[in-house]
C-alpha cells in the first residue's frame, strides 16, 4: 500500500517551498496547493488521499474556512485530518472542524510534532 502523502495548503509560495523542504527532509511525501479551491481538485485527484492536511486560514480564491466548510461535505474528503496554521490566537477548532493549530510564524519543531500526531499513515 502507498504511503499517504500530507497536503500542504498555502498561497504565500516560499511559506509552501519552507514547509513541504523540512517535511520532506523529515520523510514525508508532499502535495502542494496555492489554495482551498486548488486543494479541492488536488483531494478529488488523489489516490491514497492525503494522511493530513496542512492548511492557511488566509488566502484568495477560497479561505481555509470555506475548504473546511467544503470538505465536512465530502464523506470521504471528512475523513482527512486538517491542522491549520494561523496568526491568530488559539483559533476554535471544534467549530473549523480541524484536529489541530500552529501559530506563523511557524516554528517548524512545533510543525513536526503536530504533524506526527495528527497524520495518518
Sequence with gaps: MKARPLLV??????????ITDVLRDAGYEVI????????LEVLARSNPLPGLVLLDMMMPVLDGAG?????????QFAAVPVVVFSASASPNLQELGARGWVRKPVDLEALLEVVSQHALT
Excluded: I
Design 67 to 75: 475548504f473546511l466548510a467544503e470538505v465536512r461535505k465530502h464523506p
Design 9 to 18: 495548503v498555502d498561497d504565500d509560495a516560499d511559506l509552501r517551498e519552507a
Design 32 to 39: 502542494v496547493a496555492s489554495n482551498g479551491r486548488n486543494a
